[in-house]
């Protein structure tokens, strides 16, 4: 059974500061990993795809990368700002997609 | 595009009652979920559609029942509801390409509390 695994559960950093989210997985037979965001009361909103034979992905100040061989992705956030701030989940499948626990970010001006 | 809408924003229950969350996309997407997401934890799956007619269990499908008559809608169905089904209900929508793209939205959500 597929178990993801988001690490810190919180963060809370200056305006300006790069900032690294991490998400962990068990079982590497993925098919995609994606990154969303969530804001308070809200839905979430799809932010990087990464399919299996990808290792990185970039959007505007986000890039996220993968590893499979160590069940990992990263997210990197360049130069934070206080719109940044949110819950940030990762989940990875195919037809049925296992979400994490999500990183709750806070960026301070 | 309205993308994916979700109806009532929000619902108070009594133990035992039965209610219909509804739920549409106009996007033309084959693959339809629902979810629950209980206070601080990531989202798990109730039920999901990859197709008009085609439905199949979730991780916590328990106390839940859904139907896929339109490509369209996606209503999920709760009996007998409990105090263990308190939580926000998200619906989306997903698109698979045949390319490994994928095009995924989800709805506003509903928030259930049944006392």
């Known amino acids: 059974k597929q178990e993801v695994t988001q690490i810190p559960a919180a963060l809370s950093v200056p305006e300006g500061e790069n900032l690294v989210l991490n998400c962990s997985f068990t079982d590497s037979a993925i098919y995609n990993l994606q990154w969303f965001r969530q804001d308070p009361g809200k839905g979430l909103t799809s932010l990087l795809l990464i399919q299996s034979s990808q290792r990185e992905q970039t959007s505007g100040r986000l890039n996220a990368s993968l590893d499979k061989s160590s069940g990992r992705s990263t997210l990197y956030i360049a130069a934070s700002q206080p719109g940044d701030s949110a819950t940030y989940l990762c989940?990875?499948?195919?037809?049925?997609?296992?979400f994490g626990t999500g990183t709750r970010l806070l960026v301070s001006p | 595009n309205a993308g994916v809408t979700q109806t009532p924003k929000f619902r108070i229950l009594k133990i035992g009652q039965s209610m219909t969350l509804q739920c549409t996309q106009d996007m033309n997407h084959n693959y339809m979920y629902w979810y629950r997401q209980d206070p601080g934890m990531g989202l798990k799956l109730i039920y999901y559609?990859?197709?008009?007619?085609?439905?199949d269990k979730g991780e916590v499908p328990n106390g839940y029942n859904v139907s896929r008559s339109t490509t369209e809608d996606f209503p999920l169905r709760l009996e007998l509801a409990a105090p263990s089904q308190t939580s926000v209900y998200f619906c989306?929508?997903?698109?698979?390409?045949?390319?490994?793209?994928?095009?995924?939205?989800f709805g506003p959500g509903t928030r259930l509390l049944v006392l």
């Open positions: 989940a990875v499948g195919f037809q049925k997609l296992v």
């Open positions: 989306a929508s997903r698109l698979i390409g045949t390319s490994g793209q994928e095009t995924q939205y």
């Open positions: 559609s990859v197709g008009a007619g085609i439905t």
